[in-house]
């Protein structure tokens, strides 16, 4: 191969890497205003209505491994390009520490397969060093994200109910799903546990919002993306209608390398990158650079940004680039319910996720752990896929027939697969989704020894949970204990203790890390300022989860997608009053 | 040649289950890959995969990793533990054998287990009546299948056996109820667009709840 740099002679306004939440939002609002834009994008083209890539409605049977998870982390029909692992794409771990790091390649990014939980932060979420002492505060308040979050609850359209609850500020929502069997006995169990049990908020249109999107058809799949576009993707909801205004030329499979700076100025002049494909080398010119690659992947750009002027990589004056990387915490119990044997069957998919939700309900200042979580719940008379009824031998010994019959455990014929039709459906799932304390010493750097396939130094990640993180998933594992009692369930298996960090998931694990180039007022301890905008590079602005100081116990999209219009309006004022 | 034509030659040639009275439900239950030869280039890429995806599908479905014996007694054992009833057919019906061997495949963790778990029935087999298990009568299929289905009760010499039991019972139940006869039977009436309106009335009211 011979290698040859091919430099555009095109200059856009902006280049946008990445083209998630925060990069698709920044494409359609600029785009929107009339700017030239470019959104280099390291995966190949998606549209969830192109029937080449659908696999919404599609049976287990179509995937010959019946959607298992040994490929797609989650099954053959999930809509990821990616996972924790990409070929050819390593990441390293330090001191013996974890980090799982998922990565989508492909238009929307992970957007396409998220839970489409849209929670707004609370006014709490953005100052807990003032609440609590630890971390620290944001620069901007909840009011200064609100019109933000409520013009995102209009774009993109969100359900939920108006409740009035502490820090779970209410939306502009569109009818929620009415709840499921076993959700509705959630509900019950939660007001004799004294856990609240609220109708959720997803970002899926139960009623139709504008003439370019479907309504929810109820399959209950929007892990595989939407052909009707009924859920909010960034690819269909946000990049192709940018591209319908013809402001916006899109390169796929555009692998950054590095924000190209002009010595002299110290501004960013444009991004290069390869093509993963043709394995062609390329530079686009830009006047703005916006990083949406993703917390990890924006840092990894940004620390290899390197130049005499940047020598610590791009905007990291203050050292602290790749550091306070913080995801959610996740732990989880399932639990049978006996009195859901032998259940009448009808259609039950409903929405793709959860209808009810519990939001954190507690103080922390009369808790031993500084920060939330909430619960989501699953259940129901899902559609078999690879690992049904896996397991038989342990369950149909312990529950007597409605006949009063008990069986011996295992077994097989006619009456192993009465087995079968007497517990579908009959278990329910919790998972608790917190926050964690975001910390220097959780982080990620450049490996001085290790590169990718296309010659990029790649990330090396340093992290452990503390005792803050270890004592929340310790309550949730209570808590899920006494749901599971309150409804008159079994748990599933044995309750996780302090061997396993009460079944704490190793950080990663829920998709959520943000915080790596965090935003703030003072240059010495933040990378971006309020706006979103490198302290040190004036024309170079990052709108994915880097920027979080804290994470929040909700999920960050809807932060992101606030955030990167709020930053979108910002560059737009800038340039007009020609200070960019 | 027509999807399900070429469907149907692919699973006789290549999964070595001819003779089976299944072909056109087995055929419908393999993924769509008509074409398996030759360039990757021209590789026909179902709905919803990727390129390499659909490389390694169909590498897989090229192999063959159970021989026609193994494949014979699998057969057996899968309609040992989901025959045909009342309401649904068995599990070869619905072609659990050519997803064992897909997944068996798929998944290296099966490969001993299984393997190994076969022979010990055949080993079993002609310890007590001098034939492999697919030979047997099935009363005397029956009377090996007794002591290795129950795994709570089996006596100490049959422990691997119970435990290779219980790995065909759960391969072929996952076989069996993501196949389209399964699916049937287990009443799932779900991935349909539709009207979600909430729990039917005679549901709540049987549960005592309501809206």
Same mark, same amino acid.
């Given at each position: 191969?011979?290698?040859?740099?091919?430099?555009?002679?095109?200059?856009?306004?902006?280049?946008?890497?990445?083209?998630?939440?925060?990069?698709?939002?920044?494409?359609?609002?600029?785009?929107?205003?009339?700017?030239?834009?470019?959104?280099?994008?390291?995966?190949?083209?998606?549209?969830?209505?192109?029937?080449?890539?659908?696999?919404?409605?599609?049976?287990?049977?179509?995937?010959?491994?019946?959607?298992?998870?040994?490929?797609?982390?989650?099954?053959?029909?999930?809509?990821?390009?990616?996972?924790?692992?990409?070929?050819?794409?390593?990441?390293?771990?330090?001191?013996?520490?974890?980090?799982?790091?998922?990565?989508?390649?492909?238009?929307?990014?992970?957007?396409?397969?998220?839970?489409?939980?849209?929670?707004?932060?609370?006014?709490?979420?953005?100052?807990?060093?003032?609440?609590?002492?630890?971390?620290?505060?944001?620069?901007?308040?909840?009011?200064?994200?609100?019109?933000?979050?409520?013009?995102?609850?209009?774009?993109?359209?969100?359900?939920?109910?108006?409740?009035?609850?502490?820090?779970?500020?209410?939306?502009?929502?569109?009818?929620?799903?009415?709840?499921?069997?076993?959700? =509705?006995?959630?509900?019950?169990?939660?007001?004799?546990?004294?856990?609240?049990?609220?109708?959720?908020?997803?970002?899926?249109?139960?009623?139709?919002?504008?003439?370019?999107?479907?309504?929810?058809?109820?399959?209950?799949?929007?892990?595989?993306?939407?052909?009707?576009?009924?859920?909010?993707?960034?690819?269909?909801?946000?990049?192709?209608?940018?591209?319908?205004?013809?402001?916006?030329?899109?390169?796929?499979?555009?692998?950054?390398?590095?924000?190209?700076?002009?010595?002299?100025?110290? =501004?960013?002049?444009?991004?290069?990158?390869?093509?993963?494909?043709?394995?062609?080398?390329?530079?686009?010119?830009?006047?703005?650079?916006?990083?949406?690659?993703?917390?990890?992947?924006?840092?990894?750009?940004?620390?290899?940004?390197?130049?005499?002027?940047?020598?610590?990589?791009?905007?990291?004056?203050?050292?602290?680039?790749?550091?306070?990387?913080?995801?959610?915490?996740?732990?989880?119990?399932?639990?049978?319910?006996?009195?859901?044997?032998?259940?009448?069957?009808?259609?039950?998919?409903?929405?793709?996720?959860?209808?009810?939700?519990?939001?954190?309900?507690?103080?922390?200042?009369?808790?031993?752990?500084?920060?939330?979580?909430?619960?989501?719940?699953?259940?129901?008379?899902?559609?078999?896929?690879?690992?049904?009824?896996?397991?038989?031998?342990?369950?149909?010994?312990?529950?007597?027939?409605?006949?009063?019959?008990?069986?011996?455990?295992?077994?097989?014929?006619?009456?192993?697969?009465?087995?079968?039709?007497?517990?579908?459906?009959?278990?329910?799932?919790?998972?608790?989704?917190?926050?964690?304390?975001?910390?220097?010493?959780?982080?990620?750097?450049?490996?001085?020894?290790?590169?990718?396939?296309?010659?990029?130094?790649?990330?090396?990640?340093?992290?452990?949970?503390?005792?803050?993180?270890?004592?929340?998933?310790?309550?949730?594992?209570?808590?899920?204990?006494?749901?599971?009692?309150?409804?008159?369930?079994?748990?599933?298996?044995?309750?996780?203790?302090?061997?396993?960090?009460?079944?704490?998931?190793?950080?990663?694990?829920?998709?959520?890390?943000?915080?790596?180039?965090?935003?703030?007022?003072?240059?010495?301890?933040?990378?971006?300022?309020?706006?979103?905008?490198?302290?040190?590079?004036?024309?170079?602005?990052?709108?994915?989860?880097?920027?979080?100081?804290?994470?929040?116990?909700?999920?960050?999209?809807?932060?992101?997608?606030?955030?990167?219009?709020?930053?979108?309006?910002?560059?737009?004022?800038?340039?007009?009053?020609?200070?960019? | 040649?027509?999807?399900?034509?070429?469907?149907?030659?692919?699973?006789?040639?290549?999964?070595?289950?001819?003779?089976?009275?299944?072909?056109?439900?087995?055929?419908?239950?393999?993924?769509?890959?008509?074409?398996?030869?030759?360039?990757?280039?021209?590789?026909?890429?179902?709905?919803?995969?990727?390129?390499?995806?659909?490389?390694?599908?169909?590498?897989?479905?090229?192999?063959?990793?159970?021989?026609?014996?193994?494949?014979?007694?699998?057969?057996?054992?899968?309609?040992?533990?989901?025959?045909?009833?009342?309401?649904?057919?068995?599990?070869?019906?619905?072609?659990?054998?050519?997803?064992?061997?897909?997944?068996?495949?798929?998944?290296?963790?099966?490969?001993?287990?299984?393997?190994?778990?076969?022979?010990?029935?055949?080993?079993?087999?002609?310890?007590?009546?001098?034939?492999?298990?697919?030979?047997?009568?099935?009363?005397?299929?029956?009377?090996?299948?007794?002591?290795?289905?129950?795994?709570?009760?089996?006596?100490?010499?049959?422990?691997?056996?119970?435990?290779?039991?219980?790995?065909?019972?759960?391969?072929?139940?996952?076989?069996?109820?993501?196949?389209?006869?399964?699916?049937?039977?287990?009443?799932?009436?779900?991935?349909?667009?539709?009207?979600?309106?909430?729990?039917?009335?005679?549901?709540?009211?049987?549960?005592?709840?309501?809206?």
């Amino acid at each position: 191969m011979s290698f040859q740099l091919k430099e555009q002679s095109t200059e856009y306004d902006v280049c946008i890497v990445g083209s998630g939440a925060g990069g698709g939002m920044a494409a359609y609002q600029l785009t929107k205003a009339g700017a030239k834009v470019v959104l280099l994008e390291a995966g190949g083209y998606y549209d969830p209505a192109d029937p080449k890539y659908i696999t919404q409605l599609q049976w287990p049977w179509e995937s010959p491994r019946r959607g298992a998870s040994n490929h797609r982390p989650f099954g053959d029909f999930d809509a990821a390009w990616g996972g924790w692992e990409i070929e050819g794409e390593p990441y390293t771990r330090k001191n013996g520490t974890q980090f799982d790091w998922f990565r989508s390649r492909m238009l929307g990014g992970r957007t396409n397969h998220w839970g489409r939980i849209s929670l707004r932060f609370g006014p709490n979420d953005f100052k807990r060093k003032s609440i609590d002492g630890l971390g620290e505060d944001w620069p901007i308040t909840y009011d200064d994200v609100k019109p933000y979050y409520d013009q995102v609850d209009k774009l993109v359209g969100v359900f939920g109910t108006v409740e009035n609850f502490p820090n779970e500020p209410d939306g502009i929502f569109l009818p929620p799903p009415k709840p499921r069997l076993h959700e =509705l006995m959630i509900t019950e169990a939660g007001k004799k546990a004294n856990i609240p049990v609220i109708p959720s908020r997803l970002s899926i249109l139960t009623k139709p919002i504008n003439d370019e999107r479907g309504v929810c058809f109820y399959c209950r799949q929007c892990a595989r993306a939407c052909q009707a576009y009924a859920d909010f993707s960034s690819s269909s909801v946000l990049v192709i209608p940018a591209l319908k205004t013809g402001n916006l030329t899109l390169i796929n499979n555009a692998m950054a390398r590095e924000v190209i700076t002009d010595p002299t100025t110290g =501004l960013a002049t444009g991004v290069s990158y390869v093509d993963r494909e043709k394995l062609t080398e390329h530079t686009v010119k830009a006047k703005i650079v916006i990083l949406a690659a993703s917390a990890g992947e924006t840092a990894r750009i940004m620390l290899n940004s390197k130049s005499k002027r940047f020598p610590n990589g791009l905007g990291n004056s203050s050292g602290i680039l790749g550091k306070y990387l913080h995801d959610s915490t996740g732990a989880s119990r399932g639990a049978f319910l006996p009195h859901l044997m032998d259940r009448k069957r009808y259609n039950e998919d409903g929405v793709g996720g959860m209808h009810v939700y519990t939001p954190w309900w507690l103080d922390n200042k009369k808790l031993d752990f500084p920060r939330g979580y909430h619960i989501e719940y699953g259940g129901g008379m899902h559609m078999p896929s690879y690992g049904f009824g896996w397991g038989i031998e342990g369950m149909n010994s312990k529950y007597p027939t409605k006949d009063g019959v008990t069986k011996k455990a295992g077994g097989y014929g006619a009456s192993l697969k009465e087995d079968y039709r007497r517990f579908y459906g009959a278990n329910i799932g919790m998972a608790g989704r917190g926050e964690a304390v975001a910390t220097i010493d959780n982080y990620c750097e450049i490996d001085p020894n290790v590169v990718d396939k296309y010659g990029i130094p790649v990330l090396r990640f340093n992290y452990n949970w503390s005792d803050y993180e270890i004592k929340q998933a310790k309550h949730m594992q209570d808590t899920f204990e006494e749901i599971i009692h309150s409804i008159g369930g079994v748990p599933t298996g044995v309750k996780p203790g302090p061997e396993n960090n009460y079944g704490l998931e190793a950080p990663g694990r829920i998709i959520h890390e943000v915080g790596t180039a965090r935003m703030g007022s003072d240059v010495k301890t933040s990378v971006f300022n309020k706006h979103s905008q490198a302290h040190d590079v004036k024309n170079l602005f990052a709108v994915d989860g880097a920027t979080f100081v804290s994470q929040a116990d909700k999920n960050p999209t809807w932060t992101i997608l606030a955030l990167s219009w709020r930053a979108s309006d910002y560059i737009i004022d800038q340039v007009k009053k020609k200070n960019l | 040649m027509k999807r399900r034509d070429s469907l149907k030659a692919l699973t006789i040639s290549s999964l070595g289950l001819a003779g089976f009275a299944h072909q056109e439900v087995l055929a419908e239950t393999m993924p769509k890959q008509p074409d398996i030869q030759g360039n990757p280039d021209d590789i026909n890429i179902p709905a919803g995969r990727l390129k390499e995806e659909a490389i390694r599908d169909a590498a897989l479905m090229k192999q063959k990793f159970f021989t026609d014996h193994e494949l014979a007694t699998i057969t057996v054992l899968s309609d040992i533990i989901i025959p045909k009833d009342s309401t649904s057919g068995s599990a070869s019906e619905a072609g659990v054998p050519a997803f064992i061997e897909f997944i068996t495949k798929d998944m290296p963790q099966h490969q001993t287990p299984l393997r190994g778990g076969l022979r010990w029935l055949d080993v079993e087999s002609n310890k007590r009546f001098k034939k492999d298990f697919v030979k047997l009568s099935s009363g005397d299929q029956l009377k090996i299948v007794d002591d290795i289905a129950y795994p709570e009760l089996a006596k100490p010499e049959f422990t691997q056996g119970a435990s290779f039991f219980s790995l065909m019972r759960n391969l072929t139940a996952t076989g069996f109820y993501t196949s389209e006869i399964g699916i049937k039977d287990i009443g799932y009436m779900g991935n349909t667009p539709n009207m979600w309106e909430g729990v039917p009335p005679e549901v709540l009211k049987q549960y005592n709840l309501k809206y």
